[in-house]
């Protein structure tokens, strides 16, 4: 089994599983587990212990949309104020990125960073994959925001506009660009299927015996336990339970380990969910450098990200 560090580098903490919309690429709309909103004495305990472990980066979001959470806000200025060395980032598909949510995030510095999910360059392909949303009224929604980051005369948070690239959207690829130039990055995500949960798409399997998502990354539920990664969505392997446990016992706990080594030893007979996942269906030859880059990203970031959006715009040729 590969080594990992002491706590978790990467905390995803589900605010709620709740969503506003049905895309077709998610496993949310046919999520099984109770719908629910995480508790405010929860979430106090968790961000108390990332910022005192020294989280480097704190993910408030997962399987549902956090900002449909009544008084989000609070999360946030709590996350911020007791992890404040941690980066803080949002995803989001912002149809609540309202102008009052905007301005408390902008003029607090409640994030560092903000991922927007934009699967199409136009209101037809974005309508089409992200069921239930306006396009029109996220763009606008999106735009306010930078705008008035501007006029703030802030260079934070960094806005992302992500898209999934699946057959529907590709022949969208340059108008998406084009729409979103006053964004700091437009970013195209390669598509997976959520542990076995959607379609693969055709896509070839190349299992390897290493994904990050196990040895950087800790998956907080909504209710309090822990995933063995984001693509357990319905938390078939938990490895722990937060409202009991601390971050640091589960990180450490036997329940994960049997699941690091299951992986190192590549048991998909026991390990199922690995198995049928496709996102560590990358070439074997990347094995080496995907285990460097949580290492290295924060030393040279500009490298990382570079040979990143190489890797990707392969994947999605």
Known sequence: MYKYPEFPDHVYIELTNICNARCT???????????????????????????ERGATKILPFLHGESLLVPGVIDYFREARALAPGAHINLTTNGSRLTEEVAEDFLREDLIDSLIVSVDGGDKE??????????????????????????????????????????????????????????ADEVRYSVYFNWAGRLDNDGRTVNKINFCERLYHYLTILADGRVAMCCFDSEAEYAVGDVSTQSLHEV???????????????????????????????????????????????????????????????????
């Not at 690429?25 to 910022?51: D, N, Q």
């Open 25 to 51: 690429i998610c496993a949310t709309p046919a999520m099984k587990r109770p719908r629910e909103i995480m508790s405010k004495e929860l979430f106090r305990k968790i961000v108390t212990e990332c910022g």
């Open 125 to 182: 392909t974005f309508e089409g994959i992200r069921l239930g949303l306006n396009y029109d009224e996220v763009r606008n929604n999106v735009l306010r925001f930078i705008r008035r980051r501007r006029e703030l005369g802030k260079d934070l948070p960094r806005v992302s506009i992500a898209m999934v690239t699946v057959d529907e959207n590709k022949h969208t690829r340059k108008k998406f660009r084009d729409e979103w130039q006053e």
């Open 251 to 317: 990180w450490h706990s036997e329940a994960f380990d049997s699941q690091r080594t299951l992986l190192y030893q590549r048991d998909f007979d026991q390990l199922k969910i690995c198995g049928k996942c496709d996102y560590v269906n990358h070439p074997a030859w990347l094995t080496p450098f995907l285990r460097m880059r949580p290492r290295v990203q924060d030393t040279f970031p500009g490298l990382v990200e570079s040979a990143g959006r190489i890797y990707k715009r392969w994947l999605t040729r």
